[in-house]
């Protein structure tokens, strides 16, 4: 909760969020806990008459501090001109903070994410020879992913690097993205346990189908569309050999039914689908359009979730859909927009929970790409994203600074890990 609170009355320790847009003060984020005198004389030298505070996000006040900034000798000497030296300091050490913190931040969800793909890739190949022992990692690697997700924070779905393995990089973006649906949902851990090894296994079949059968071409025969349609079939065989509940097995048999009964192998319909299956079915599309693993043309995320709106809402479950794009936004990360300032910028973080204003880099050609600050939209209340643009249409010296991936890669976060945003220090919770 924020109120609002005279400049005058401001404290070292109080958590301010200013409104007048990215180019009305020199702080490099809008929303921050004030840490030093020199942040107050800036702030008080802007002119505005109240800011909004939080007092949840502030810490308890110095007395003492609090002292030093109060009466009229204090008034006297803030009412002067911010001495420009120690303003250009202050500016400088905080945005070298909010970079390391966003450095950090960083590195750990990519850590994580190349941490989930080896466990995959582990219990993949633990498949033919310990199918048993593979059921077990991959569950183990579903209950780390829920410990993680499993929480009351509001969660971050986050552009990652990803990794070359593309098998890898398809299963953890169905297996994270459906869930964190299935949380949404509000299913319960076994039913989220069995979603989530179902979705980190759902091709597990095409171990056993010849590499060229392995993804549907748009030329393909009869005969091939056949070999290709068989990994549903093997994939429950192994599954079975895997010891995998039955709630995950209907997973791997479904996943490529649909909700109008277009789908196969048994063109199931409605309600004869799993709930899992059909978030499974879902964001198995979704990769798929965005990373086509066949000669497909690849389409943005934004595009991706256009397509499965105009196209998929009677082929998949209306409330599945409609939580996907809730959750995901118009513009998911990996997204290339212009800003309604007409800057350029990738989303590179979405909050599940408030999609919208999508936490964005922008190309400033003023500051290297090393050194620039993600935006967070939702604290921009004058700035917001005009449209998505394909690669293409972006001049050649914004993609090479901007630079997004062939390959669109999610992880997620709890944004209390995020704070650094706030000017906080990261926090850290319990792998």
């Known amino acids: 909760m924020?109120?609002?609170?005279?400049?005058?009355?401001?404290?070292?320790?109080m958590f301010v969020m200013l409104d007048g847009g990215w180019l009305s003060h020199p702080f490099p984020l809008s929303s921050f806990r004030i840490t030093?005198?020199?942040?107050?004389?800036?702030?008080?030298?802007?002119?505005?008459?109240?800011?909004r505070w939080s007092p949840e996000k502030s810490e308890p006040l110095d007395d003492s501090a609090a002292g030093a900034t109060a009466g009229p000798a204090a008034d006297d000497a803030t009412s002067a001109a911010p001495n420009q030296a120690q303003e250009a300091a202050a500016t400088?050490?905080?945005?070298?903070?909010?970079?390391?913190?966003?450095?950090?931040?960083?590195?750990?969800?990519?850590?994580?994410?190349?941490?989930?793909?080896?466990?995959?890739r582990e219990s993949m190949d633990l498949v033919t020879a310990r199918p048993q022992h593979a059921a077990q990692q991959s569950e183990a690697l579903t209950r780390a992913l829920l410990g993680r997700m499993l929480t009351d924070d509001d969660i971050a779905i986050r552009l990652v690097a990803g990794s070359g393995d593309r098998a890898a990089s398809?299963?953890?973006?169905?297996?994270?993205?459906?869930?964190?649906?299935g949380r949404t949902l509000g299913l319960t851990e076994p039913e989220l346990v069995d979603l989530g090894v179902g979705a980190l296994m759902h091709d597990v079949g095409k171990l056993e189908v010849a590499d060229r059968f392995r993804h549907a071409e748009d030329g393909s025969n009869a005969n091939e569309v056949a070999a290709y349609r068989d990994h549903v079939a093997k994939g429950v065989a192994v599954g079975q050999r895997m010891g995998l509940s039955a709630g995950a097995l209907r997973v791997l048999a479904q996943h490529h039914e649909h909700a109008d009964g277009s789908g196969f192998p048994l063109k199931l319909a409605g309600e004869r689908i799993t709930m899992a299956a059909r978030v499974v079915s879902l964001i198995n599309r979704y990769d798929n359009l965005c990373n086509p693993q066949s000669r497909t043309p690849q389409l943005t995320p934004h595009e991706a979730v256009s397509v499965l709106f105009v196209q998929g809402r009677n082929r998949f479950d209306p409330a599945v859909l409609n939580v996907f794009i809730r959750m995901m936004g118009v513009y998911p990360a990996g997204s290339l927009v212009q800003l309604t300032d007409d800057r350029f910028a990738l989303v590179v973080g979405v909050n599940s929970s408030r999609p919208l204003k999508p936490r964005v880099l922008v190309h400033d050609a003023k500051v290297p790409r090393h050194e620039a600050l993600v935006l967070d939209l939702e604290t921009q209340a004058n700035l917001g994203i005009r449209r998505s643009l394909p690669a293409a249409k972006l001049p050649p010296a914004v993609i090479e600074y901007l630079d997004p991936r062939p390959r669109v890669s999610y992880y997620f976060e709890p944004l209390a890990r995020v704070a650094a945003a706030d000017g906080d220090a990261p926090v850290e919770l319990a792998a």
């Open 36 to 51: 030093t005198q020199e942040q107050l004389a800036t702030l008080r030298g802007l002119g505005l008459q109240r800011v």
């Open 2 to 13: 924020s109120a609002t609170i005279a400049v005058e009355d401001l404290r070292v320790g």
């Open 92 to 120: 400088a050490e905080l945005r070298k903070r909010s970079l390391q913190q966003q450095l950090e931040s960083s590195q750990r969800c990519e850590r994580q994410h190349a941490e989930a793909v080896k466990a995959w």
């Open 170 to 181: 398809h299963a953890l973006n169905v297996g994270v993205i459906s869930l964190l649906i």
